[in-house]
């Protein structure tokens, strides 16, 4: 739930999935969401009570799950890139972490107790940052200027690359 921090993960990404476009990586570090999205379309998931456990789509073990699933599907779809695969799994799982980070997120919602480990009713996790505003400031924006100041670097990088193949090139 942590909005803008999961795309500073995603912008950062750039520098680890260069030749990737960079909305794949954000879209996943947004993976949890929008499968809370589905949840949330049929009635299974919900943040009426003021929680955000939604174990289904944010429990540590389901977002194990779905990292895995994704990543297993990126690996399959890239004909067996293993590093593809791994990077996607774990840009989906960084969801998690930051959300871990993040909940209990009090200032938004009042009666948050974190992350599930597992399921309904399993005990529940989270270091809570985004508990005051100030926290919750702090990481959105901090994180996000963080993002796109290495997301600017890497394309930078890219271009200079790309500037220096050009000129060989050229001399032979
Ligand atoms: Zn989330």
Redesign the pocket.
């Known amino acids: 739930?942590?909005a803008m921090t999961?795309m500073a993960v995603g912008l950062a990404a750039k520098r680890i999935a260069p030749k990737t476009p960079v909305i794949l990586l954000i879209l996943a570090a947004?993976v949890?969401?929008m499968i809370?999205g589905v949840f949330y379309y049929f009635g299974i998931e919900s943040m009426a009570d003021g929680t955000?456990t939604?174990p289904w789509?944010?429990g540590l073990f389901m977002s194990l799950v779905w990292s895995a699933l994704v990543g297993g599907i990126v690996f399959w779809v890239s004909h067996k890139n293993r590093r593809a695969g791994w990077i996607a799994g774990l840009l989906v799982f960084s969801?998690w972490v930051?959300?871990f980070i993040s909940h209990p997120m009090l200032f938004a919602f009042l009666n948050d107790t974190g992350l599930s480990l597992l399921f309904d009713g399993s005990p529940t996790v989270g270091l809570g940052l985004w508990r005051t505003e100030l926290g919750m400031n702090i990481g959105e924006y901090g994180m996000l200027v963080a993002g796109v100041i290495i997301y600017a670097l890497t394309l930078w990088k890219i271009r200079r690359e790309k500037k220096a193949v050009e000129l060989e090139n050229r001399r032979e």
């Open positions: 739930m942590a999961h947004y949890i969401d809370w955000t939604n789509s944010h969801h930051i959300d």
